[in-house]
């Protein structure tokens, strides 16, 4: 691993989203794109170590994938070209670390796609390409991510019936999520094992519901 390279990417990064006026009036948001960004590059260097696949370059663009966010969203077409965006940001950044050519579009790509599997150039979709989207994906399905869904929910203020259609959504859904295959076993392992443990979760929240209105 190039260690010099990833924290100039670090810098970068951090850089950005410190100039960046929109984050200065939001900084929790902020905070927590800047702590997305990290997880998903360990994830990313995680699977490209595990791949044998260049792990600095798979580092870096996960640290950059969502650099995009450093500008105001206001609609959904805005989020939905924040991969092609942040592509666009990362670039200048990219080449002036001197890499070759074909490293830059492959980091580039991998970044471009990772929201709707959409670039506004061609490449070739390698793994590092898929590892950025996985990554971020991975992510979404972290421990954190069920305290976070539940807030955003406002599950302690749903009525009990509420919350027992809740929880029955989530593992549906979560169950069905589960087997589909990422982009290298490393990923679609990773995956499955960040499903079942919010469906361990969500099955012990519905025991748990399912004794508190009778003695069964």
């Known amino acids: 691993m190039n260690r010099e390279m990833i924290a100039k990417a670090e810098a970068f990064l951090k850089d950005t989203f410190a100039q960046s006026a929109y984050l200065q009036a939001n900084p929790s948001d902020r905070d927590y794109r800047l702590e997305h960004s990290y997880r998903v590059a360990n994830l990313a260097k995680a699977i490209a170590e595990a791949e044998g696949f260049d792990a600095t370059h798979a580092t870096i663009a996960g640290l950059l994938h969502d650099i995009a966010y450093c500008e105001e969203m206001k609609t959904r077409e805005d989020w939905g070209n924040h991969g092609r965006r942040s592509a666009a940001l990362a670039r200048p950044f990219l080449e002036s670390l001197h890499l070759p050519e074909d490293v830059v579009q492959e980091i580039c790509y991998g970044i471009a796609i990772h929201v709707d599997d959409q670039a506004d150039f061609l490449w070739e979709r390698t793994p590092l390409c898929d590892t950025v989207s996985d990554a971020d994906n ?17 599950y302690s203020e749903m009525t009990f019936e509420e919350k027992q259609d809740l929880v029955t959504n989530m593992l549906g859904k979560l169950n069905q999520f589960k087997d589909l295959p990422l982009g290298t076993k490393t990923a679609t392992a990773l995956w499955r094992q960040r499903l079942e443990e919010q469906i361990a979760f969500y099955e012990r929240l519905q025991a748990q519901l399912n004794h508190s209105t009778e003695i069964l």
Do not use: G, H, N, P
């Open 138 to 154: 991975i992510d979404r399905y972290d421990a954190y991510r069920i305290y976070e869904t539940l807030q955003y929910l406002k």
